[in-house]
């Protein structure tokens, strides 16, 4: 898929030099590779979402609903009476430029429109113009433009360049957040029916059959099955992880990119092996078969419509706490919107470790655990045996998805279960980890094929800065704790750092995870040969070393 | 033209403030009217915006977390860029408001061939700091106008200002402090390229009515040295609500005053309502606690939902035979 996209030093072949033309003159251009094909009529009506209707971005007419710019201007209003951050973050700008070079896909493009001040000032111009002042009255002069289809049209190429990643609002002075306007415009967008069929197919797949990928419920069976076989061969044990199952301690949510495609369905076998090998009451479930939740990135009210499975299939199982897969949007959705949403659990207890005794405090109102926290904890009270030296093959590095690092601060709990289960683990530069990090360029709903150079050129500074340590230290392994890095970086990988493999935290978790009762693991979690122990000439150093992570 | 226009309309403010008292004997226009209408707008203006962005619901709690969050004991929470209780947002608006913390992370991204380089970049952050502060002493030190008698920390704040104890009257350092950072504020803005091209005419007017305010006013200090006493006669006439005016002030006065009664007026309707917004601001002012207390969205919509009765009664064959358990059994 990526080698079709144009040669790699063609794509890089851009300056930052600015159009002569300022931007609200300049008419937005449909370039191939940077946008996703428009939703299908039928997609959005089976969700009964607005104004589903034929028609395409490369297409001349758009064929918008008729009145559609009142439906625009009275979507403005109500959404600046519903969210203040909206209304705030159309006022207080400065344009003071601080955010300009923060966004991925400025950075890899050059395109001054994709420089998050700019993007948001394709939305405030309309604001201005029609519910200002200054902007009725003096128009152009103060950044106010009317609506019109083009404005449309360019409101939908932007936003759909936009992955909400909200590294530009850590640096801006006010926190204005070019998600929060991005979210705003696609919902805008949304009321006239336009969306991404990307976005909208795995809205309707997962309102209807439970997850984005589409999987029925003996579809999910199978892909556990075999992925249960796997792990017949290389552990020699069997499991049966339960679905469905009433009366469980917990239920287990994962996003279903871990049901589907390899690596996420590596990372499923690392969470499988773990809670198996700690006798937990958990299970799983085919309605619930989805943490992630691409409705969030269409409207407010169809991503409270998928969220509400979650806590719906909690309270029919009658379990007491929930655990959440390694999802990024997931997270930022569990921690910031899903108890205001679909709330109060107060049909839940507050998670306890049932192993360690831990309390989950921090989650005493969603009662929903990270699984990075809940392996962090088991790690520490040494609780588990794990064997580093199996993942001595892979000199690992670490990417902070952007919701879990900015809409959670969930930062050191996957580093420290890094640290116990690899022995060769480097961060990358400083200005692209924790809180600075860098979207991979796919997120909030953009991983699709036909977007590729949009893809490619969004996660370039990413790719960068994995390259970087590749040459200072051999680092050949991408860790992450998201569904949407590992369904995109492969691609991103193999068109900037060949050779790098993508790897959910848990995967790691599985390999060095020492079960009760094994003999010498000799493949990891994709069937590949591990690599040979030491001799017993240097048997005591490794076991000396060994020692301090195997204990307990 | 979005350099000219701003600025030729601040150089009309000026010269109409100049005209209008020099030769048309508008003293009380200028010098009465005028900023008393500008109070007005201000405080009207400011409350007005204050309000109407109080009146839009925060339907959720979406902080950026700049920092670790607070889970288990062992990990050390980042308890003001991550803040989970109030003391910790207090604390991260108090950095934010005081010392602008996120301006501070600012770097730079330079494309050197097929690479990317990221700088440190701190002169915004330096630039807008000193401007702010050295805004903030001058209005403080203002007081002294409006004050009678003069309380003794303005005087000591005074002294300090002015304590390198050169020219005569002796010169301010907030007022060469100002200077250079509004000249930079402006000379980034026209020579940098980028920050040229997303710069709107409604950016360079306010910076071009704060520089004309601050331009007339060291024009009054070390040129043109004009009547203090008078000067104060006029304003405590002004906040005692008996204006009157006193003859020989100079019409540089009034260009001083016009063009600051501009700058208030013209505040709540501009993006300078920064200034209220940024308390306001929901990615900042917000606790990360939403997993520990629950928030609650005024307006949370009833949604049609996808049930799992309905799920199950579309799949239920399926599931059977892949030996799920029913509920309808």
């Known amino acids: ?552 | 033209m979005k350099i000219a226009i701003p600025l030729a309309l601040t150089a009309l403010l000026a010269a109409l403030a100049w005209a209008g008292t020099e030769y048309l004997g508008l003293q009380v226009l200028f010098g009465i009217v005028v900023p008393y209408v500008a109070v007005a707008c201000f405080v009207i203006g400011f409350v007005f915006r204050l309000v109407n962005w109080g009146r839009s619901a925060v339907p959720f709690r979406i902080p950026t977390t700049c920092g670790q969050q607070k889970s288990l004991p062992w990990i050390k929470q980042n308890k003001i860029e991550n803040p989970s209780s109030f003391a910790g947002v207090v604390g991260r608006m108090l950095l934010e408001v005081l010392v602008f913390r996120s301006l501070f992370r600012n770097t730079k991204t330079e494309k050197r061939g097929d690479k990317l380089g990221v700088g440190s970049a701190k002169w915004l952050w330096l630039g807008a700091l000193v401007f702010h502060w050295s805004f903030l002493l001058i209005i403080v030190r203002h007081l002294r106008f409006f004050l009678d008698p003069v309380p003794a920390f303005l005087a000591g704040i005074d002294g300090a200002d002015a304590f390198l104890q050169v020219g005569l009257p002796l010169l301010y350092i907030t007022d060469l402090t100002i200077v250079a950072a509004l000249t930079f504020l402006f000379i980034r803005r026209v020579v940098v390229p980028r920050v040229r091209y997303l710069s709107l005419p409604n950016d360079f007017f306010p910076l071009f009515l704060i520089i004309g305010v601050v331009l007339a006013g060291v024009a009054m200090r070390y040129v043109f040295r004009i009547d203090l006493v008078g000067v104060k006669e006029m304003t405590m006439g002004l906040v005692t609500l008996h204006p009157a005016i006193v003859d020989g002030v100079g019409a540089i006065f009034y260009v001083h005053l016009f063009l600051a009664s501009a700058l208030i007026a013209y505040f709540p309707f501009s993006k300078l309502m920064h200034a209220g917004g940024i308390v306001l601001s929901p990615t900042r002012n917000a606790a990360n606690d939403s997993r520990m207390v629950r928030h609650v969205n005024p307006w949370n919509p009833d949604v049609k939902v996808h049930t799992y009765a309905e799920y199950e009664d579309e799949y239920k064959d399926k599931m059977a035979k892949a030996g799920l358990p029913l509920d309808a059994e």
């Open chain 1, 1 to 552: 898929m990526a080698n079709q996209v144009i040669p790699e030093n063609e794509l890089l072949d851009f300056t930052y030099d600015l159009p002569k033309t300022d931007w609200m003159h300049t008419p937005v251009e449909f370039k191939p590779g940077m946008y996703c094909h428009g939703a299908k009529e039928k997609t959005v009506e089976a969700v009964g979402m607005p104004n589903g209707h034929a028609w395409s971005p490369a297409d001349e007419d758009w064929h918008l609903p008729e009145g559609w710019k009142e439906t625009v201007l009275n979507g403005m209003q109500s959404l600046m009476g519903k969210y203040r951050s909206f209304k705030l973050f159309m006022d207080v700008c400065v344009r003071c430029g601080a955010c300009a070079d923060k966004c991925h896909f400025y950075m890899a493009s050059g395109d001054p429109k994709n420089m998050p001040v700019v993007r948001a000032e394709l939305l405030r111009s309309v604001y201005r113009r029609y519910f200002t002042l200054s902007g009725k009255m003096f128009g152009e002069l103060v950044g106010a433009r009317d609506l019109t289809e083009d404005v449309i049209k360019e409101w939908y190429y932007y936003f759909f360049q936009c992955t909400e990643c909200r590294r530009c609002s850590v640096f801006c002075p006010y926190g204005i957040d070019q998600a929060e306007i991005t979210m705003m415009g696609r919902e805008l967008l949304n009321l006239l029916g336009l969306n991404t069929e990307w976005i909208a197919g795995p809205v309707a797949n997962c309102y209807n059959k439970g997850n984005h990928v589409g999987l029925e419920p003996q579809t999910i069976m199978s892909n556990v099955e075999f992925m249960m076989e796997d792990l017949e061969e290389i552990t020699g044990k069997t499991y049966r992880p339960s679905f469905n199952r009433k009366g469980a301690e917990i239920l287990f949510v994962v996003p279903s990119g871990d049901l589907y495609a390899e690596p996420g369905t590596h990372t499923f076998m690392g969470y499988i092996m773990l809670l198996e090998e700690l006798g937990l009451d958990y299970t799983l479930s085919t309605y619930a078969s989805e943490g992630g939740n691409f409705g969030f990135f269409t409207a407010n009210d169809m991503a409270k419509r998928l969220n509400a499975k979650m806590y719906a299939e909690a309270k029919r199982l009658g379990v007491k706490w929930m655990l959440g897969g390694e999802c990024g949007h997931m997270w930022r959705l569990v921690n910031q919107y899903m108890d205001t949403w679909n709330g109060p659990a107060d049909f839940l207890e507050v998670p306890v470790s049932p192993v360690t005794g831990t309390r989950f405090e921090n989650a005493s109102a969603t009662k929903m655990v990270h699984i990075t926290e809940f392996t962090a904890d088991l790690l520490y009270h040494d609780k588990i045996k794990v064997d580093p030296s199996r993942n001595d093959h892979l000199v690992v590095t670490y990417h902070d998805s952007c919701n879990t690092a900015r809409a959670m601060g969930l930062l050191e709990e996957p580093r420290y279960i890094i640290n116990k289960v690899c022995n060769n683990f480097h961060e990358m530069a400083e200005e692209t980890i924790r809180e600075k990090t860098l979207c991979c360029g796919s997120g909030a709903g953009l991983n699709a094929g036909e977007n590729m150079e949009l893809r490619m050129r969004g996660g370039f500074p990413r790719a960068q800065a994995v390259r970087q340590v590749r040459d200072a230290y051999g680092v050949n392994t991408l860790a992450n704790i998201c569904a949407i890095d590992r369904a995109a970086f492969p691609a991103l990988m193999d068109y900037w750092v060949p050779g790098t493999r993508v790897t959910g935290v848990h995967e790691l978790v599985g390999n060095a995870l020492v079960l009760e009762g094994e003999g010498e693991r000799t493949l990891d979690l994709r069937l590949q040969e591990l690599p040979r122990k030491p001799k017993p000439a240097s048997a005591d150093a490794a076991s000396g070393e060994g020692a301090d992570h195997v204990q307990g």
